[in-house]
C-alpha cells in the first residue's frame, strides 16, 4: 500500500505571496492532519480533516487554511506569506481520525524569502 | 493546556549500548502517550505506544516505561544502532486529531 505522499517537496516563495501544499492520504484514509514543524516552535497542529469537514484547528492565524476533498486529498494553502512561515509542513493521515493509527508523510519544505 | 516536554535535545552514545531518552507531560489526565522516531528528510514514525493503564511495554529493542505519579515518560532503545540515528519524539493525542509534540531530542550514535 502506497503510503502518504506531498507535493511538492520543496518550494520557494517571496514573502507576500500565497502557497498551496497538497497531500494524498494513503488509500482508504479519511482524516488528514497538518502539522508545521519549525527549529524553534517543534511540531505544531494545523488542523485536521475527515470526510471534508474540518473538525479540529490549530492556533494559527486565518492566513492558513485548508480543504478536503471527496477523494480525501487535502490541500492547505497560506497567504501573504511571512519569513516565519517557513517551515516543514507534514501531513498525516489515518482511517478514522484516530491517534493510534496516524502516518505522516515526508513534508513539504518551503522557505519564505 | 496540555504541554509535553523533553529532557534532553541532544543524546550521543556508543554504538551496542543503551540509550534512554525522557519525556514529561503536564496533563495527569492524558491516558495514552506515544513515542515517534524521524530520521533526516523524513516525516514522523510510528515506533510505540502506551496505555496510562500500564507501567511498561515492550517492543523489538525498545521499551517505554511510564511513571504516572511524576508524569514522566522514557523510551529505552536496546544496543543502539547507526540507523537508530534520528530524533525521538513522545506525543500525546488530543481530540481530533491533534497530537502534541514534545521537542525532540536528537539522537546520534556514534560507531
Known amino acids: 500500500k502506497a503510503g502518504v505522499t506531498q507535493t511538492p517537496r520543496y518550494l520557494i516563495k517571496t514573502r507576500g505571496q500565497q502557497v498551496t501544499l497538497s497531500c494524498s492520504p494513503i488509500?482508504?484514509?479519511?482524516?488528514v492532519s497538518w502539522y508545521q514543524q519549525t527549529p524553534g516552535q517543534g511540531l505544531q497542529f494545523l488542523f485536521e480533516?475527515?470526510?471534508?469537514?474540518?473538525?479540529n484547528k490549530g492556533n494559527f492565524p486565518g492566513r492558513f487554511s485548508g480543504r478536503q476533498f471527496s477523494n480525501s486529498r487535502s490541500e492547505m494553502n497560506v497567504s501573504t506569506l511571512e519569513l516565519g512561515d517557513s517551515a516543514l509542513y507534514l501531513c498525516?493521515?489515518?482511517?478514522?481520525?484516530?491517534?493510534?493509527?496516524?502516518?505522516f508523510g515526508p513534508g513539504t519544505r518551503l522557505t519564505v524569502t | 493546556g496540555e504541554s509535553v516536554g523533553l529532557h534532553l535535545p541532544t543524546l550521543s552514545v556508543q554504538e551496542g549500548d543503551n540509550s534512554i531518552i525522557n519525556c514529561a507531560y503536564s496533563?495527569?489526565?492524558?491516558?495514552?502517550f506515544i513515542w515517534y522516531k524521524q530520521e533526516s528528510g523524513k516525516g514522523p514514525q510510528f515506533i510505540i505506544d502506551?496505555?496510562?493503564?500500564?507501567d511498561k511495554r515492550q517492543g523489538q529493542r525498545v521499551t517505554v516505561l511510564l511513571n504516572k505519579t511524576v508524569k514522566h515518560l522514557s523510551l529505552q532503545i536496546a544496543a543502539t544502532q547507526p540507523g537508530d540515528s534520528a530524533v525521538y519524539f513522545c506525543?500525546?493525542?488530543?481530540?481530533?486529531?491533534?497530537?502534541?509534540f514534545g521537542q525532540g531530542t536528537e539522537l546520534s550514535v556514534k560507531p
Open positions: 498525516a493521515s489515518s482511517f478514522t481520525g484516530g491517534p493510534y493509527e496516524q502516518y
Open positions: 488509500s482508504g484514509h479519511r482524516s
Open positions: 480533516y475527515f470526510s471534508e469537514t474540518q473538525r
Open positions: 496533563n495527569s489526565a492524558s491516558d495514552y
Open positions: 502506551i496505555r496510562s493503564n500500564m
Open positions: 506525543a500525546i493525542p488530543l481530540q481530533g486529531g491533534k497530537l502534541i
